[in-house]
């Protein structure tokens, strides 16, 4: 198949707030420094939806979603030398170039080089590699793993151990990374340290077992959903608390810092929410507190505190798949994995093939699903 179209299935997103379709697209052979990648497994991200929904500001249709995915190089553009066909790989929609002014400045994760082309939905040379019915579809998040093949930048594609299962190393592309990496990257959460993660999603419940891994005293799980309790304890929280059933008169930002002694070290929020955003830099430390923002929020939001809150030595940040490298640092949390010291197995809930998509979405929206995996 090397230098021509594959047509295969896709889950197409025609328009904003419609289910997807199921097509047979055309998927353009790889060009300079591109890889063409056999999708096997993806996992579907809140994300997913956001941009499904109508309300990422840089949505745009009709396009190919997904990008939690993994599976084998099939064919490589001219000058691609980081991967090479039959390799096991990972879909990276924060690349790393290893040359731009971010990847040099030592100080992010996040890659100059293609953001651009990648936000507008297509590849760096400006067009598209998947056509259906006579049209070009957009790429998302220069990944697209809603489909059995994908092309990408080959900055945007790392190889992983081949022994990893791949319907798990699909996890790292997204979920699982994002917490675990924010918790010891962006936060780099210390040994005895208290810390409160707000939502027991996958990357919640990731954030503490990074923060477990760090040595974190106090793991403090809020989630106003009772059923998220086990789930937080399973991963290593030490406490959990239901906003919802607070006595009257009592807020959440009131609860964890009595539970705290005047405040968490760290806290974090994983559900998208800008009132959330708000009680978790106000349960913070005076004078150290630091909240990490994960959730990302519908066009239109704002977040807002007084001031005096950073006056008085709170920090507010935020990151991206969890401040990770992907080329770099990809290949270390397959490794830990694979080693059986970061837990991924256990986020898997529900199981799908690439064609049930569509109740994928429906069972991510509901409660009792962390991740689903479709197979592709
Ligand atoms: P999820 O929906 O599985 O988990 C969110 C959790 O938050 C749920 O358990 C829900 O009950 C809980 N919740 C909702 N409202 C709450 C409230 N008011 N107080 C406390 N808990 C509340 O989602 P997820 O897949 O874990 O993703 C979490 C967020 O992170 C999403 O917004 C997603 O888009 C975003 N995300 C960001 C990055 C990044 O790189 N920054 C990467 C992946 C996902
Ligand atoms: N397009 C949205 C922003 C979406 C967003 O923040 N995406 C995260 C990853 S979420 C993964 O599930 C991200 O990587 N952001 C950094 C970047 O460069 O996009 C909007 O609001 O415009
Ligand atoms: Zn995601």
């Known amino acids: 198949t090397v230098g021509k179209t594959i047509t295969c299935k896709a889950a197409v997103a025609w328009e904003a707030g419609k289910p997807l379709s199921i097509e047979d697209i055309e998927v353009l052979p790889p060009r300079a420094h591109e890889v063409r990648i056999q999708i096997k497994y993806t996992g579907v991200c809140h994300t997913d939806a956001y941009t499904l929904s109508g309300k990422d500001p840089e949505g745009a249709f009709p396009v190919v979603l997904g990008h939690e995915g993994a599976g084998i190089v099939e064919s490589i553009g001219e000058?691609?030398?980081?991967?090479?066909?039959?390799?096991?790989?990972?879909?990276?929609?924060?690349?790393?170039?290893?040359?731009?002014?971010?990847?040099?400045?030592?100080?992010?994760?996040?890659?100059?080089?293609?953001?651009?082309?990648?936000g507008k939905g297509v590849m760096p040379d400006g067009t598209s590699r998947f056509k259906c019915k006579g049209q070009d579809l957009?790429?998302?998040?220069?990944?697209?793993?809603?489909?059995?093949?994908?092309?990408?930048?080959?900055?945007?594609?790392?190889?992983?151990?081949?022994?990893?299962?791949?319907?798990?190393?699909?996890?790292?592309?997204?979920?699982?990374?994002?917490g675990y990496g924010a918790a010891r990257n962006t936060a780099n959460v210390e040994k005895g340290s208290n810390v409160a993660i707000f939502g027991a999603g996958c990357v919640g419940l990731s954030v503490v077992q990074g923060a477990v891994e760090q040595g974190a005293a106090k793991i403090i799980v809020v989630d106003v959903n009772p059923t998220k309790e086990e789930w937080a304890f399973k991963f290593g929280a030490t406490d959990f608390v239901n906003p919802t059933k607070l006595p009257e008169g009592q807020t959440i930002v009131d609860k964890l810092i009595e539970m705290t002694d005047g405040g968490c070290d760290y806290t974090f929020d994983c559900t998208g929410n800008v009132g959330v955003m708000r009680a978790?830099?106000?349960?913070?430390?005076?004078?150290?507190?630091?909240?990490?923002?994960?959730?990302?929020?519908?066009?239109?939001?704002?977040?807002?505190?007084?001031?005096?809150?950073?006056?008085?030595?709170?920090?507010?940040?935020?990151?991206?798949?969890?401040?990770?490298?992907?080329?770099?640092?990809?290949?270390?949390?397959?490794?830990?994995?694979?080693?059986?010291?970061?837990?991924?197995?256990?986020?898997?809930?529900?199981?799908?093939?690439?064609?049930?998509?569509?109740?994928?979405?429906?069972?991510?929206?509901?409660?009792?699903?962390?991740?689903?995996?479709?197979?592709?």
Request: hydrophobic letters at 40%; proline letters at 3%; aromatic letters at 6%.
């Open 79 to 118: 000058g691609v030398t980081s991967v090479k066909v039959g390799d096991h790989v990972v879909a990276l929609y924060t690349p790393e170039c290893k040359e731009c002014k971010f990847c040099k400045s030592g100080k992010t994760n996040l890659c100059g080089k293609i953001r651009a082309t990648q």
């Open 138 to 178: 957009l790429h998302f998040m220069g990944t697209s793993t809603f489909s059995q093949y994908t092309v990408v930048a080959d900055i945007s594609v790392v190889a992983v151990q081949p022994e990893a299962p791949m319907d798990r190393t699909c996890l790292l592309g997204c979920g699982i990374t994002t």
């Open 280 to 376: 978790a830099l106000e349960a913070c430390h005076k004078g150290w507190g630091q909240s990490i923002v994960i959730g990302v929020a519908a066009a239109g939001q704002e977040i807002s505190t007084r001031p005096f809150q950073l006056v008085t030595g709170r920090v507010w940040k935020g990151c991206a798949f969890g401040g990770v490298k992907g080329r770099s640092q990809l290949p270390n949390l397959v490794g830990d994995y694979l080693a059986g010291k970061l837990k991924v197995d256990e986020f898997i809930t529900h199981r799908k093939n690439l064609t049930e998509i569509n109740e994928a979405f429906d069972i991510m929206k509901q409660g009792d699903c962390i991740r689903a995996v479709l197979d592709c």
